[in-house]
Structure formats: C-alpha cells, structure tokens
C-alpha cells in the first residue's frame, strides 16, 4: 500500500519547533530591550539581569535534582523567566530580593504546578506582584537612567508623573518611544520592544491578536477618558500612556505567553481586550500608576473560562447530542 494512503493517529502535522527552539526566539527578540536597559541604568541594569538568569536556571536545576526528575533547564524557559523577571524590576532593587522572586517564580509558580506548560500564570509577573506586596518601597524607588547607573538620582515614572497630573514635567514623546526615562529595566524602550516584536512575528512565535487587541484597548479607553480638553490634548495623553510603562513588554512578551493565554482567536482578543480594560482602570482610576502586571494576572486566571465558552464545536456535533451524551453519563454513574 502507498504510504500516502496510510491512516495514522494524529497529530498529522509535524513542525520541526520545539520548546528550545521558541524560547530562544524569546530571548533573541528580549535581547535589544535588555541591552537598551544596560546602556541607560549601567551596572545595575546587567548585575539584576544576570542575577535573574542565573537564579532562575539555578532553581530549575535544583529542583529536578531533588524530585528526581529530568533536568529542563536545556529547554531555555528558565531563562526567559529570568529575563522578563529582570525586565519588570527597578535597576536600584537589591539582588537578594530578586533572587527571592526568582525562587517563587519558579518554584512556588511554575514548578509545583507540574513545570513548563502546566502553570496557571505568568511566573514572572507573577513573582513580580509577590515582590511588590513584600518589598513595596524597593520595587517603587526609581533611578533615572545614567551611564554605569553609580551616580542615578531618584525620580518618578513617566506613569507616576502622568497620574499626578504635572503633564509640563513629563518626558517628551520621542523619549518615551526609545526609551531614555525612569522606570524598570527592560520596559522602558517601546521602539525595541516592538521591534523584538515583529521578530517573533515574522517567526511565527506570537499572533497579532492579544499585543494589538491589548494596546488598542487602552489607546481608545486613556483617549475618552484620560482626560485633556480637545481632540490634540487627549491624543498627546492617550500617546503617554502607551508609550510609558509596561504596555509593550507585557502586551507582545507576556500577555502572549502559550500556556496561560487562550487558544482560539476569539479567546485572544478577549484576552487582549480584557487586559486593555483592566490597565485603564488601574491606570486611570486606580491607586497605583501601572496596572499592565495585575491586567495580566487576572486575565491569566480567567483564561480557562474563556477557552471553554470560545472552544468551536466538534465537527459533527449538535447541542442535542451533548446533552443526550451528557443524560447517559450521569445515568450510568448512578
């Protein structure tokens, strides 16, 4: 018999990517943004990323040798983890404390939910929200950027300048856009995150749907309601608020993460779209001046759900036949 004839269990289409192999398109598209967070906090920013990366391959490894089980670091996750980690922390913060988060990112988070691919959230938002309850004045005391980041000054966020309402203080756009201002390491250039973004795409690592659904969102919400009188003011605003903080690391890097984002494209814009509503709130109307961490988080948290009520019908299949389906289960249980 002709072996295109063949009938054969699924899957029928193979692909020759793997696990390593995505994670190291992560790393190579993370990599501008990381050495955009050297050049402008020095020392600091590249002692805090090789801490994290470190920390976290360190963890991983230890923990498969105690439990006896085969050792994943070659899989590269454990470094994006520590990379994104890295990303989202001030360039003053001690590196104990981020030692400290990468231990709860990968074994409270990622680990003791079964490893890669079986966590409910982003570990590293959410060791970045761990670090944030613990040590609140630390993950909240900012450096503006300075060559070998030794002699870096206190200053507030372009967020934090935003939500205080001094507009006459805040950098300009261009700024903003590569990345010259206070804030966390590897957030501050969108020009190199989305430039790391388009990498991915063009790799095919991540879909448009979330990192644009999410932006989008909190374009259109900060423009109506983040306040400015006339049509200019609002978009000079609506432009700060996507330009400043997290929005692109989190939108293309973390928000589109494989295991804690949805699987159908429905999903994925409600994901996006969801996030983009949480950030406005919290940036908006919240306490505190960045809100793309927790957008995340909660958002990670309700992902099943949409999956479930996103999930496209089985071929073949009627509402009438599951709930017959179902009746006959539960009646052969009893």
Not at 8 to 16: A, C, G, N, Q, V
Not at 166 to 188: A, W, Y
Not at 257 to 262: A, K, Q, R, V
Request: aromatic share 10%.
């Amino acid at each position: 018999m002709s072996q295109n004839l063949m009938v054969t269990s699924s899957p029928h289409i193979h692909s020759e990517n793997d696990v390593r192999n995505i994670m190291l398109d992560v790393i190579i598209a993370l990599a501008p943004a990381g050495l955009a967070g050297i050049f402008y906090f020095g020392i600091h920013g590249l002692l805090l990323i090789a801490v994290c990366t470190v920390s976290c391959v360190v963890f991983e490894y230890i923990w498969n040798k105690l439990m006896h089980k085969q050792n994943t670091t070659g899989d590269l996750s454990a470094v994006v983890t520590g990379l994104l980690i890295s990303y989202n922390l001030p360039p003053a913060l001690p590196a104990w404390m981020a030692v400290i988060g990468c231990l709860f990112a990968i074994i409270v988070v990622k680990q003791l939910f079964g490893g890669i691919g079986q966590n409910f959230m982003n570990p590293a938002l959410a060791a970045r929200a761990f670090m944030l309850a613990s040590w609140t004045k630390s993950m909240t005391t900012w450096s503006s950027p300075s060559l070998f980041g030794m002699d870096a000054t206190t200053s507030a966020t372009p967020l934090a300048i935003l939500k205080m309402g001094k507009l006459e203080n805040m950098p300009s756009i261009g700024k903003l856009f590569m990345g010259d201002v206070g804030g966390c390491i590897g957030e501050t250039s969108a020009c190199l995150l989305l430039i790391g973004g388009l990498y991915l795409l063009m790799r095919g690592v991540i879909r448009l749907r979330i990192p644009v659904s999410f932006i989008f969102t909190v374009a259109v919400c900060t423009f109506i309601f983040g306040g400015g009188d006339g049509f200019i003011n609002r978009f000079h605003i609506m432009g700060m608020h996507i330009f400043a903080g997290g929005l692109f690391l989190g939108a293309i890097f973390m928000a589109t993460d494989y295991t804690t984002s949805p699987i159908t494209p429905i999903g994925q814009i409600i994901m996006g779209i969801g996030c983009g509503l949480i950030t406005s709130l919290i940036r908006l109307k919240g306490g505190y001046p960045e809100g793309v961490s927790y957008s995340i988080l909660i958002m990670n948290i309700l992902t099943p759900l949409i999956d479930r009520y996103t999930m496209p019908r089985v071929f073949g299949t009627t509402k009438e036949n599951k709930i017959l389906k179902g009746a006959a289960k539960n009646s052969e249980e009893k």
